[in-house]
Every structure is written in structure tokens, then in C-alpha cells.
């Protein structure tokens, strides 16, 4: 009973984490890339999510990343945060559901 209840709590800390993460991703990317659409009227939608995602992965070779780097540098470095938990939380959800597999504890 003791060993379910770990499981459980463990696989909806991680399934939390892992939404969170997601969640981050899509909200900075959009209110970022409308922010710098209204700074700039000429950037096409597909530019300025171009430039956000070039502002994550560090690049600041033109000038929308310039300004992303320049004006949002912590929703840059949660943005890079983000990415890197939403690629280790599947990881960890399903190492969890393995052992839980594995222990013979799942049934």
C-alpha cells in the first residue's frame, strides 16, 4: 500500500512537472512573439516565432533576437528551462512506470 502510494504520488509530481513545462513553453513563445510583432509590424507571424526560437536556442544574430535577448532575459532563460524539463520529464515518467513494472509492485 505504501509502495502504490510512492508510485502514484511520484508519477503526479513528474506528470505536473512535465505540463508545467509545456505549458511555459507555449505562453513564453506566444506573448513573447506577439510582444516583438507589436514592436515590429512588418515581421510576419512565422518570423517572429523564427526569432524566439533562435532567442532559446542562444542565437542573436539579427535584430528581433537582439531585442528578445536585450528586453526578456529571464523569460528567455525560463524559456530554456522549460525545454530542458520537457524533455527530461517523459524520461522520468516512464523510468518510473518501468521500476514500478519491474519491482512486481504494479500487480
Do not use: C, E
Not at 508510485?7 to 516583438?36: E, K, N, Y
Not at 520529464?89 to 504494479?106: C, E, F, H
Request: cysteine-free; glycine content about 4%.
Amino acid at each position: 500500500m505504501a509502495a502504490a502510494f510512492l508510485f502514484w504520488t511520484v508519477f503526479a509530481a513528474l506528470s505536473f512537472a512535465f505540463a508545467l513545462a509545456i505549458q511555459m513553453r507555449i505562453i513564453l513563445g506566444v506573448i513573447i512573439a506577439r510582444a516583438l510583432r507589436a514592436r515590429d509590424d512588418t515581421l510576419s507571424i512565422k518570423a517572429s516565432r523564427l526569432a524566439m526560437v533562435r532567442a532559446g536556442n542562444g542565437i542573436s544574430d539579427d535584430d528581433a533576437t537582439a531585442h528578445i535577448h536585450a528586453t526578456y532575459p529571464d523569460q528567455v532563460r525560463q524559456l530554456r528551462l522549460a525545454r530542458k524539463i520537457s524533455v527530461i520529464m517523459p524520461v522520468l515518467i516512464v523510468a518510473t512506470v518501468a521500476i514500478w513494472r519491474v519491482s512486481g509492485q504494479a500487480g
